[in-house]
């Protein structure tokens, strides 16, 4: 998986991968048992949401997290559905309520609403990218094995693009058609709707988990290890950038006020202007470190996850609202149903579905093994999250 080959050139998945060895030592001593139990047994922001569920990570462009759906429960396991390898993507849903997730064992699954699988594609090598569904139905992904990855809706290869770098950010699909990702090689990649290279972009280091965010004018907004959140045009030129001084791995999210909030590994939330050259408006100090990525309520309250365990509710001022205590390490994003209920995953296996207040409303112990994956929620109100125990989860009423 990702730990030999990205420690050797000092992948900052330090923490995650350092940590979640543990696991993967434990997964392999219980590998042979496993196998035998096993074998017995809202607002549309953009053009790109029309006719989708939640079509990509974070649910829309400017990763708001938000649903359009509300009375969202996880109280009863709908159904479950393993594969070949641990999830680290989020899962997407499309129109028709088809649910996409890609898996470490370098598949991407459809699975039809009952649980049932449709079809799935083989790219090569480990996924981690999460997919993002097109307004014509096309699946994009980014894969270890250095391709970006367009598919046609029943499963078939539409086309594939050689970035050159190992892909572990989530792709956006801007309003014009162009795909956007960024590439362990510290480059934001624009693709043309064919699959031809429209431009790149270099920051100063690796781009590792942050994906990028847009906005209503076509600016391109991204995380960067070199400490830096970046905005640039459509047409590839830099805008402006922020210094944190400290690697980011989180995605950029962005409030309807052109505010953009992201996290840091200092353990600081920023809200910067980005309609002011990314000035800041002010930073809240977690103290712990950040690799979610913040959702955004509809009144405007900042919701995110850090390693402490803790989800904060950060108001959009800039002050500390609550601090829900999950028990065990956040890098799962949130989602947020429309009468505000609070949905997120943590390492100890546990899916929280977290009140406006701060109370918990009710919680799923999905499994042994860590949750790094982000929930989504279709049109049924049916919870989707993805688990490193291989399997993707449907939780309702």
């Known amino acids: 998986m990702v730990t030999a080959e990205a420690n050797t050139k000092g992948n900052s998945m330090d923490f995650i991968i350092t940590e979640f060895c543990s696991f993967r030592l434990f997964k392999i001593i219980t590998l042979t048992s496993f196998l035998i139990l096993f074998a017995l047994g809202t607002n549309i922001i953009t053009a790109q949401v029309i006719g989708s569920d939640h079509p990509m990570f974070m649910h829309d462009l400017k990763h708001t997290g938000r649903s359009a759906y509300k009375n969202v429960h996880i109280n009863t396991l709908k159904w479950k559905s393993i594969t070949g390898s641990e999830i680290w993507s989020s899962p997407v849903v499309g129109s028709d309520n088809i649910l996409y997730v890609s898996s470490t064992d370098g598949n991407v699954f459809a699975f039809n609403p009952d649980g049932t699988e449709k079809w799935h594609y083989r790219t090569g090598d480990e996924l981690y990218s999460t997919p993002a569904i097109g307004v014509d139905g096309t699946i994009y992904v980014g894969c ?25 950010s989530s792709p956006a699909i801007s309003s014009d058609g162009t795909i956007y990702v960024g590439a362990w090689d510290g480059k934001l990649y624009a693709i043309n709707p064919n699959g031809t290279l429209k431009w790149t972009y270099s920051t100063a280091a690796n781009i590792l988990s942050s994906s990028p965010a847009i906005d209503d004018d076509g600016i391109v907004y991204i995380g960067s290890q070199d400490g830096r959140v970046y905005a640039i045009s459509p047409e590839g030129r830099i805008k402006w950038s922020f210094m944190t001084r400290t690697k980011i791995d989180s995605s950029p999210s962005l409030g309807k006020d052109g505010i953009l909030y992201i996290g840091s590994h200092n353990g600081k939330l920023y809200a910067l202007d980005s309609k002011n050259k990314g000035k800041l408006v002010w930073e809240y100090n977690i103290g712990s470190r ?14 995110v996850g850090a390693k402490s365990g803790g989800v904060y509710a950060i108001n959009p001022n800039g002050t500390l609202k609550w601090n829900y205590n999950t028990g065990d390490v956040v890098t799962s994003s949130a989602t947020i149903s429309a009468d505000g209920t609070i949905f997120v995953g943590s390492w100890n296996g546990v899916l929280s579905a977290i009140k406006p207040d701060g109370t918990l409303q009710e919680k799923q112990n999905v499994s042994r093994f860590p949750i790094l994956s982000s929930p989504c929620i279709d049109s049924r109100g049916t919870v989707y999250i993805g688990s490193a125990d291989w399997k993707i989860y449907a939780f309702g009423k």
Do not use: Q, R
């Open 144 to 168: 270890k094995n250095k391709k970006l990855f367009a598919l046609t809706p029943d499963g078939k290869i539409k086309w594939m693009y050689f970035v050159g770098s190992e892909i572990y």
């Open 290 to 303: 950040i690799d979610a990525t913040p959702a955004i309520s509809s009144d405007g309250i900042i919701y």
